[in-house]
């Protein structure tokens, strides 16, 4: 259940970092595919000699560049792709709030489901998050969560799930003014405000950015490679690969072996 790919040298662990969507929140399960159909439709109508297939994987590719980043970022590279295509683009905080309106339309009844009980939280977390959650605690450990989502949305389906009193209001997220937000800044902040060294941080995370800025200074990176539809321990095998090139250490399919990990980490 736990994949190593580089053996590192364990200091003692003082902060964790988590990512949000596809790390713990199994929420907003297929995002990806909404953002994707949402520019095929926008950037076919510009060029419908363009055989939608292709336009379809030019756009996967950039997604999938860009994933773990603000959702801001996408859509700027949505707009650059239309000026490309001889168009007038509008604002990307436009094209923002249409993709979370047809996002809102897949989640909905989950996020309703939850307010109303008909959920339990184990039912949109990723397996063992709750308890690795709580053995990180017990062991004393200071935990953050950053995500590239709106702060507002994470917020509230971080209480929804039951994951709020683990942070203690380090919960960060994306904001409009983009530029006051990126997983690298909460990284230096932790290790500034904590005054850490970077081996003393892990962080968890299932897209590129987490992994290559925890790498960056010197931490521990988890893959975090869910296969959010089946689930059931099951890797996403290109998850896997995308998370091994962003220089990952180590390889989990969610948290079931969370007791092996966590000892792993803490204690080497």
């Avoid at 003014?177 to 932790?190: D, E, N, P």
């Avoid at 948290?255 to 080497?268: P, R």
Wanted: hydrophobic content about 40%.
């Amino acid at each position: 259940m736990i994949e190593t790919i580089h053996h590192v040298e364990r200091a003692p662990v003082r902060s964790v970092l988590f990512d949000f969507d596809g790390t713990l929140s199994l929420i907003r399960e297929g995002w990806q595919e909404v953002m994707i159909n949402f520019m095929t439709e926008i950037l076919w109508q510009l060029d419908p000699s363009q055989p939608e297939p292709a336009v379809r994987q030019h756009v996967n590719e950039y997604v999938t560049r860009l994933t773990g980043k603000q959702t801001i970022y996408q859509m700027i590279q949505l707009a650059e792709e239309i000026v490309r295509r001889g168009g007038v683009p509008e604002d990307p905080l436009l094209y923002k709030r249409q993709y979370h309106d047809r996002l809102w339309e897949r989640i909905r009844e989950r996020v309703k489901g939850l307010e109303c009980g008909k959920y339990q939280a184990e039912q949109w977390l990723v397996t063992g998050s709750l308890q690795a959650l709580e053995d990180l605690k017990t062991r004393g450990l200071d935990l953050f969560l950053a995500s590239g989502t709106d702060e507002v949305f994470v917020r509230r389906e971080a209480e929804l799930l039951g994951l709020t009193r683990f942070f203690e209001g380090r919960i960060y997220g994306a904001l409009d003014q983009y530029r006051l937000f990126s997983k690298k800044m909460i990284i230096q902040r932790v290790l500034s405000e904590q005054n850490l060294q970077g081996s003393e941080l892990v962080a968890f995370g299932d897209g590129y950015v987490e992994i290559e800025n925890t790498k960056e200074v010197g931490g521990t990176a988890v893959g975090v490679a869910t296969d959010e539809r089946l689930r059931g321990g099951r890797i996403d095998q290109w998850k896997r690969e995308r998370l091994i090139a962003a220089g990952a250490d180590f390889i989990v399919p969610d948290f079931s072996d969370h007791e092996k990990l966590m000892g792993y980490l803490t204690e080497g």
